[in-house]
């Protein structure tokens, strides 16, 4: 069987050719977080289904490329739509573009996703700055035998999220007036929402968002020495004592309003940076 790295290599080989420079940023879009996409100066676009060991992305809001081009200048690489366990992938299927970011040259990445609310304080549309994790998939993209060549068998998770990064992205929401938390994302598995009973479990582990995605992509990161940047929309609120059913079309234009606050404040992170 071919080694994780000979994957990458694989990958690398196919996308190296058709880049005319290397990023040195790596974007992930989460669910109908897409409008950044347009302000992206883009070279190129390549379908997930091209790029070799890329699963195939089969959430119809995915629009599944990869996205070559500046951002204010910056080279950059973003992916229109992630991969997530839910859907049946591994965890080293859900993190391999991290892998290959990574080999192009990514030294920073940027995480956004759609995220539940618990935290009372937290408002439909708001972006919450992930400071920290809990993974509570039940599954850890590290799990088997580790190669050296990507990263040391035991990674330190003391900052998973750059503390830097939290502060630039405080430093420039303020600027913007654009209204930001900072707090704990919890992830799940999905594909079904929580019930009451969990989130309230949830929460008083102490998560403030909960989603179905980014920690897989934050361990790996961080495995590979990248800094990572994690921001969430909270698209639903999730007060156990105060559900209300959650209907997708609503998240999805509640992660829309949250998109386009992502599509002023990551731009201004990266001219900054
Ligand atoms: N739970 C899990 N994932 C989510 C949620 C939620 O309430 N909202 C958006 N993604």
């Known amino acids: ?52 060991h890329f699963p195939h992305s089969t959430v119809e809001s995915h629009a599944g490329q990869l996205v070559f081009g500046t951002l204010n200048g910056t080279p950059i690489v973003a992916m229109e739509g992630r991969f997530h366990y839910y859907e049946g992938y591994s965890m080293k299927e859900v993190t391999f573009p991290v892998r290959v970011m990574k080999a ?38 590290l799990r088997g035998i580790n190669d050296d060549r990507l990263g040391v068998r035991f990674p330190d998770m003391s900052e998973p999220y750059d503390q830097r990064l939290i502060g630039l992205a405080e430093e420039m929401a303020l600027e913007l007036k654009i209204r ?33 995605s980014t920690v897989p992509e934050c361990i790996v990161a961080n495995h590979a020495s990248m800094k990572v940047l ?26 829309a309003e949250g998109g386009q606050k992502l599509a002023r404040l990551i731009p201004q992170i990266i001219a900054n940076l």
């Open 230 to 255: 994690g921001l969430s929309v909270v698209t639903d609120i999730c007060l156990p004592d105060a559900l209300e059913p959650v209907e997708i079309s609503k998240i999805l234009k509640v992660a």
């Open 1 to 52: 069987m071919q080694g994780l790295v000979e994957k990458i290599n694989d990958a690398v080989e196919f996308l190296n050719p058709q880049i005319n420079q290397y990023p040195q940023i790596g974007l992930i879009l989460g669910t109908g977080l897409g409008d950044l996409s347009q302000q992206i100066n883009q070279d190129i676009s390549i379908n997930y289904e091209t790029i070799p």
């Open 104 to 141: 192009l040259g990514v030294e920073t990445l940027i995480i956004t996703n759609a995220a539940g609310g618990m935290n009372p304080n937290y408002q439909l549309a708001d972006i919450m700055i992930i400071e920290d994790q809990i993974n509570l998939m039940g599954d850890n993209p």
């Open 180 to 212: 930001t938390q900072i707090g704990s994302f919890v992830a799940v598995t999905g594909p079904n929402l929580e019930t009451r009973a969990e989130y309230r479990m949830l929460r008083q582990m102490g998560a403030d968002c909960v989603g179905m």
